[in-house]
Structure formats: C-alpha cells, structure tokens
T-cell receptor
Framework: KAGVTQTPRYLIKTRGQQVTLSCSPI?????VSWYQQTPGQGLQFLFE???????NKGNFPGRFSGRQFSNSRSEMNVSTLELGDSALYLC??????????????FGPGTRLLVL | QKEVEQDPGPLSVPEGAIVSLNCTYS??????FMWYRQYSRKGPELLMY????GNKEDGRFTAQVDKSSKYISLFIRDSQPSDSATYLC?????????????FGRGTQLTVWP
C-alpha cells in the first residue's frame, strides 16, 4: 500500500506571496492532519480534516487554511507569507477512528523557504 | 510550560549500547502514546504506540508508560548506527482533540560504530 505523499517536496517563495501544499493520504484513510515543524518549536498542529470537515484547529493565524476533497486528498494554503513561515510542513493520515485506527502515518513533508 | 517535555540531547552512544529516551507530560487526559523516529530530511516514522500503562515490546524496542508519574520511555537494545535519528514522543487525549497529536521536541541520537 502506498504511503502518504506530499507535493511539492521543496518550495521557495518570497514574503507576501501565497502557497498551496498538497497531501494524498494512504488509501482508505479519511483523516488528514497537518503540522508545522521548525527547529525552535518542534512539531505544531495546524488542523485536521475528516470526511471533508475540519474537526480540529491549532493555534495558528487565519493566514493558514486548509481543505479536504471527497477523495480524502487535502490541501493547505498559506497566504501573505512571512519569513517565520519557513518550515517543514508535514501531513499525516489515519483511519480516523478509535485507537489504534487513529494512529497517524506521516508523509515526507514539504520544505518551504520564505525569502 | 509545554504539555510534553523531552530532552533534546544530543545523545551519543557506541554501537551495542542500551539507549533510554524519555518524555514527561502534564495533561492527565493523555491516554494514547506513540514514539516516532525521524531521519534527517524525512517525515516521522511510527515506531510504537500504546494506550495503557506498562511495557510493550517490539524487537529491540520497548515502550514503557507510567501514567501515575506522567512519564513515558523508549528503550533501544543492541543499538545500531542505523538507529541514528531524532526520536519524537507523541500523545493524544482522544477527547475534543481528535486528530491532534502533542509532540515532544525530539531527542537526537547518534550511534557510532
């Protein structure tokens, strides 16, 4: 079974631009969670989608948004990029049920550099 | 105070050593515990999960949970150079935070031949 895939793998943007990152979950998984990983803060939760609905949201500004499609693929968007948005963005998928079904499997991440 | 605390290391051990990695947490609602391994420039890879106090063993890895002390550990026996990576503990409370994991900062481990 194919793992979680994320595109693009690397991205360079300038301040003020916007960016869209894509995540394809493991086949059959209905939950997709997004995290931001930085050396200073570690992994921080952005939001989670299940069956096209956002169920949970972390403490990030409204510039960070996401959505999920009917095939469970998910996108996240960051508008008006700031230098501090430079990070590894990880998505994780799970079946979305009770343990161990909610165990999350991570993709390789998208490394975003904002100049 | 972060909800999950983990010593970032770095930790450097010789091949064959027993490695002990630890996390403490403050939220008594956490009931589901995981360990992930992350190689440089890769995504985290799930190593072990458990949702009860006690020990769980998988090959060279043993996960230990002590809910009364809010303390979890991962032991690696007969460590190998291929174990060199960052180890992340993660946990969830399965309540209102469905789909959200709380992570430690990670411990960087190097196993030298």
């Amino acid at each position: 079974k194919a793992g979680v895939t994320q595109t693009p793998r690397y991205l360079i943007k300038t301040r003020g631009q916007q960016v869209t990152l894509s995540c394809s979950p493991i086949s059959g998984h209905r939950s997709v969670s997004w995290y931001q990983q930085t050396p200073g803060q570690g992994l921080q939760f952005l939001f989670e989608y299940f069956s096209e609905t956002q169920r949970n949201k972390g403490n990030f500004p409204g510039r960070f948004s996401g959505r999920q499609f009917s095939n469970s693929r998910s996108e996240m968007n960051v508008s008006t990029l700031e230098l501090g948005d430079s990070a590894l963005y990880l998505c994780a998928s799970s079946l979305g049920g009770a343990p161990p079904q909610e165990t999350q499997y991570f993709g390789p991440g998208t490394r975003l550099l904002v100049l | 105070q972060k909800e999950v605390e983990q010593d970032p290391g770095p930790l450097s051990v010789p091949e064959g050593a027993i490695v002990s990695l630890n996390c403490t947490y403050s939220n008594s609602a956490f009931q589901y515990f995981m360990w992930y391994r992350q190689y440089s420039r890769k995504g985290p890879e799930l190593l072990m999960y458990t949702y009860s106090s006690g020990n769980k063993e998988d090959g060279r890895f043993t996960a230990q949970v002590d809910k009364s002390s809010k303390y979890i550990s991962l032991f690696i026996r007969d460590s190998q150079p291929s174990d060199s990576a960052t180890y992340l503990c993660a946990m969830s409370d399965r309540g209102s935070t469905l789909g959200r994991l709380y992570f430690g900062r990670g411990t960087q481990l190097t196993v030298w031949p």
